[in-house]
């Protein structure tokens, strides 16, 4: 069965400085997307970036990357240069492609706090 | 482009009293629809979700039930609520298939459940 697992409940990181989300994964199904969503306090959902498992190079979006390291089986997200209004909850995701290819489940978060 | 929404945005219900959430689809067709639920402070459990009219997969046994009576249009419902029932629900849609489909969430639901 498919699970994700974020062992990060917290942070807190400089103004500025890099941070790495942790996400570790489980899934038998050899095609599958990783996303990564921010939630910030107003709870609204939002996409950050995907990443698929056939593809070869790390995903990029502006100051999110991806650091897709597939035999082990994880899928970590780092945001460059952090900002204040980087503070909120941070969700990884999976889909399976055949399995169950319209399932797609959540990890348990991890609340990044930025400081001035 | 593709909008979704759902209602109510918020809402207070005594225990044992009936509760429908909907939520709606716009700018696309057949697409999957989700209704997922965040406790205070936690992550998003999947309750069930559709890949079609009157298709439902549940994920959790619980009071609550989903219906999809047309093609854009998703309703969670309990006949009666429990105390456990309250937290933030959200709605999403996707595309029908492939890897690359991401969630397109509503603005949520909270609910207290007294």
């Known amino acids: 069965a498919q699970k994700i697992t974020q062992t990060q409940p917290g942070m807190f990181v400089q103004e500025k400085e890099a941070v790495t989300l942790d996400c570790t994964y489980d899934t038998s199904d050899p095609s599958y997307g990783l996303f990564w969503y921010k939630q910030p306090s107003s709870g609204e959902m939002i996409f950050l970036i995907y990443q698929g498992s056939y593809d070869q190079q790390n995903a990029t979006e502006g100051r999110y990357s991806l650091n897709f390291q597939k035999a082990r089986k994880s899928a970590n997200l780092v945001i460059s240069a952090s900002q204040l209004g980087d503070s909120a909850m941070y969700f990884c995701?999976?889909?399976?492609?055949?399995?169950?290819?319209?399932?797609?489940?959540f990890g348990s978060g991890t609340r990044l706090s930025i400081r001035p | 482009s593709q909008t979704i929404h759902q209602w109510p945005a918020t809402l207070v219900q005594p225990v044992g009293s009936p509760l429908s959430l909907e939520c709606t689809v716009e700018g696309t067709s057949n697409p999957n629809l989700y209704w997922y639920r965040q406790a205070a402070g936690r992550g998003l459990q999947l309750l069930f979700y559709s890949v079609g009219i009157g298709q439902i997969s549940s994920e959790v046994p619980q009071n609550l039930s989903a219906s999809r009576p047309q093609d854009r249009q998703f309703i969670l419902s309990s006949k009666k609520l429990l105390l456990s029932d309250s937290g933030f629900y959200l709605c999403?849609?996707?595309?029908?298939?492939?890897?690359?489909?991401?969630?397109?969430f509503g603005e949520g639901s909270r609910l207290t459940v007294l």
């Open positions: 999403a849609w996707s595309v029908p298939a492939g890897v690359t489909g991401e969630l397109f």
């Open positions: 995701a999976m889909r399976e492609a055949y399995s169950s290819a319209s399932k797609i489940i």
